[in-house]
């Protein structure tokens, strides 16, 4: 597996090695050697698989407690997966950075504890799957509002995302709970 740096030092862009042949194609989407060797010692504790139509943008959640680090990928389609550095002791507090992960280029992304995490589809359906690093506690989720001015996420939509109530209610920047 090959980690591409972005933007944000500590996200990660994942490239398995694909073993392909006229029957197809193979490879491992998790192996914790393989992890352990790009320095990512998560341990993984839940997998979440969600499936979503064209233009629903979900998220952007973390919790206060019990941060979650995440390695996502998408079997099915093709997502803009974005993740927002809300360590407020981080140089980078209030970046944010997008990669494109689809079934085609089979890249994941590891996005760690202390970050807001979303994603929008921009095929006509994506199958989205995702290893946590701590469990799903609903009294701590919270989640930042896609559309903030501060933030300026250039997601690329065609017309008006279709959102969780949760989502429309996001905090800005400026007024959510964030990490020290």
């Known amino acids: 597996m090959q980690a591409i740096a972005t933007s944000l030092p500590e996200v990660l862009l994942l490239e398995p090695k694909v073993f392909g042949d006229a029957r ?18 998560a341990e993984f504790v839940q997998d979440n698989h969600s499936r979503s139509a064209r233009n629903v943008l979900r998220g952007l959640h973390y919790q206060v ?7 996502v990928r998408v079997v099915a389609g093709e997502v803009f997966d974005v993740a927002v550095d809300l360590r407020r002791s981080s140089p980078a507090f209030g970046r944010w950075v997008g990669q494109t992960l689809s079934a085609e280029n089979k890249r994941m992304m590891w996005v760690p504890p202390g970050f807001a995490h979303g ?24 989640c930042l509002q896609w559309d903030d001015p ?11 995302p279709i959102l969780a109530a949760k989502d429309r209610r996001g905090a800005n920047l400026r007024d959510a709970e964030v990490y020290p």
């Not at 197809?24 to 010692?41: T, V």
């Not at 407690?65 to 390695?71: C, E, F, I, R, V």
């Not at 994603?119 to 919270?142: G, M, N, Q």
């Open 150 to 160: 501060d933030l300026a996420i250039g997601w690329p939509l065609v017309g008006e």
């Open 24 to 41: 197809g194609f193979f490879f491992e989407s998790y192996n914790q050697r393989e992890l352990a060797a790009l320095d990512l010692n």
């Open 65 to 71: 407690q019990h941060p979650q680090g995440k390695l």
């Open 119 to 142: 994603f929008c589809v921009i095929s006509e359906f994506a199958e989205f799957l995702y290893k946590t690093t701590d469990y799903w506690y609903p009294e701590h989720e919270r």
